[in-house]
């Protein structure tokens, strides 16, 4: 009787961590209330999946594309272009999956909120992979140029596949968590190409060093490269650290008379609640969007 119980029970806990192991190494920890993740709506307006050979990372690369609604009509019409971060373990196909930005950018379309604009999402994971135990190195470092696969290829990889507007002013770059740090990182470091950037519970240094730091690298930028430079900020009340690092930067932007909008919400990272994980990330990215579009607007009236 001992025996079969002692069986029964290593057997229980066995099953615990095969399913421990399954939900978060390769589900990745999944939202147990996620937003609705639509991937296409009635007007057309739908995610894709797309690949290009990246030299930067010697591979077949993946990112994403929602084309704005009326772009296969409006064949003379160049539109603004929004580059999405993701956070770790996750890919290119995490903003439409898990995040419901096609549903979300559909909404702010027809409230005039957003600029109708070509939206990317990239596959931001360096060589090692994805992986919960680690977030992906938005820089060119020792396990891959992603930085320059983001900031510099895929970009020119857009421009020659899609009707964009060309100058920087028109182009934005934003994250989520560790896609915020990156989105910065790789933003303030092409400010050729992007000049709107924004974070969502992300962070402002790396423990690479103050050369993928932004806290640290903005205050090194010439003032007249961050003229056109417009950021947008929020973290999740829960993430303490994020707060912390979110709120430094913030001044630190202050301190440079950087426009930027900064707004601690409730909630942050987490598996389950109405402003916590996913519901979070979908959430706000309607306020950064929002941002986005305001920047986008005072251009064109320029």
Do not use: C
Not at 131 to 139: E, R, V, W
Not at 189 to 210: E, I
């Amino acid at each position: 009787m001992i025996r079969t119980i002692i069986l029964i029970t290593t057997g229980t806990i066995a099953a615990l961590f095969a399913f421990a192991y399954w939900y978060v190494f390769v589900e990745g920890a999944p939202q147990l209330d996620a937003p609705a993740a639509e991937v296409q709506l009635p007007d057309g307006l739908r995610f894709q999946l797309q690949s290009f050979n990246s030299q930067a990372m010697g591979t077949q690369r993946q990112y994403g594309v929602i084309l704005p609604p009326g772009y296969a009509q409006h064949l003379d019409r160049r539109y603004p272009v929004i580059f999405l971060l993701h956070g770790g373990h996750d890919d290119a196909r995490a903003y439409a999956d898990k995040y419901g930005i096609v549903p979300l950018l559909d909404q702010l379309y027809h409230s005039d909120k957003l600029p109708p604009s070509i939206v990317i999402t990239p596959d931001g994971n360096d060589d090692r992979g994805s992986s919960p135990l680690f977030d992906p190195q938005y820089f060119d470092g020792e396990n891959g140029k992603v930085g320059t696969l983001i900031g510099s290829e895929l970009v020119q990889v857009v421009k020659s596949r899609y009707r964009t507007m060309e100058s920087p002013q028109f182009w934005a770059i934003g994250g989520i968590s560790s896609g915020g740090w990156g989105a910065l990182n790789i933003g303030l470091r092409h400010l050729n190409h992007f000049s709107v950037m924004f974070s969502h519970s992300g962070y402002f240094t790396d423990n690479s060093g103050a050369q993928n730091s932004p806290q640290t690298f903005i205050g090194q930028l010439p003032p007249q490269q961050l003229q056109q430079v417009r950021i947008y900020l929020d973290a999740g009340r829960n993430d303490t650290d994020f707060v912390a690092s979110t709120q430094q930067f913030h001044q630190r932007l202050n301190q440079l008379d950087i426009p930027n909008e900064f707004n601690i919400f409730p909630g942050g990272h987490g598996l389950s609640g109405a402003d916590i994980g996913w519901n979070y990330f979908h959430k706000h990215l309607n306020d950064s969007l929002t941002y986005v579009g305001e920047q986008f607007k005072q251009r064109m009236q320029n």
